[in-house]
């Protein structure tokens, strides 16, 4: 998968999460993605940058262009080394929130893109890795 | 970036220009609640139509001034979310649940004056 272009974002404060989806939307626009893929894109980076915020205290979002044979995409990973998630089944229901938060959050997120994948460990730290393909 | 709030008569209409922090979503949160007792305004319109993105947060904030405005005796439109917008929004199940939404600036305003008029 040849990396084209490599964004990372540091997430520390509010704003950050305003420059990481800017960032990305850009990112998406330049790979080929209607508005409306790029929206999407836009409102997951966004989601994920607030997760690390709210549950790490900071961490980084990062992002690049991706390809496999004749597809094009774009490639998203949260990374922090908060305090980790327990149950990753948990999460990922619909529903669920541990700080009082909408709870929306990962099954959304996952909605929103074609892939997603999760690696968490208890005191190490979570990492999120979401994947779009162009149409 | 402060939101700018203007009055107009009964009504307050805050345009939002440009991608908004939590931070200041909560500033305009602060400031439309204070602006809406000072005024003792009866309506409130939310032009979202610059916004590019509504996640979790904004969605929450926005209900929130909502309720407290509601609270207050005055209604509170949302205008202007884009399609793809509300799309993500549907995608990511956020809903706007007992918020009222129109189309435009223009639909807003026809929408508080036929609540004023105790029309609907």
């Known amino acids: 998968m040849p990396v084209l272009q490599n ?66 995409g774009i490639v998203i990973g949260a990374r922090d080394s908060g305090p980790g998630i327990r149950s990753i089944e948990d999460v990922l229901r619909d529903g669920y929130s541990t700080s009082g938060g909408l709870g929306l959050g990962l099954p959304g997120v996952k909605r929103l893109m074609d892939e997603f994948a999760i690696e968490s460990q208890l005191g190490q730290g979570t990492m999120v890795t979401v994947k779009k393909w162009l149409k | ?63 929130d001034i909502t309720n407290m405005i509601r609270l207050r005796g005055a209604d509170t439109v949302i205008v202007g979310i884009q399609p793809e917008v509300a799309f993500a929004m549907v995608q990511l199940g956020l809903t706007m649940e007992g918020v009222a939404t129109a189309l435009d ?7 508080l004056q036929q609540r004023a008029a105790g029309k609907i």
């Open chain 2, 105 to 111: 600036l223009e639909e807003g305003l026809e929408h």
């Open chain 1, 7 to 72: 964004i990372v974002v540091a997430i520390r404060s509010d704003g950050d999460i305003v420059s990481a989806r800017q960032q990305g939307r850009s990112l998406a626009a330049a790979i080929g993605f209607t508005a409306t893929d790029a929206t999407l894109i836009a409102t997951a980076i966004s989601e994920l940058a607030r997760n690390i915020l709210m549950y790490a205290g900071q961490g980084e979002v990062m992002m690049h262009r991706a390809e496999i044979s004749h597809r094009k």
């Open chain 2, 1 to 63: 970036m402060e939101v700018p709030i203007l009055k107009q008569g009964r009504f307050l209409i805050a345009t939002i220009q440009a991608a908004l922090s939590d931070a200041d979503l909560l500033q305009l949160r602060r400031a439309l609640i204070d602006k809406v007792i000072h005024f003792r305004s009866n309506g409130v319109i939310i032009d979202v139509t610059a916004l590019d993105v509504m996640d979790s947060f904004a969605t929450r904030t926005l209900r």
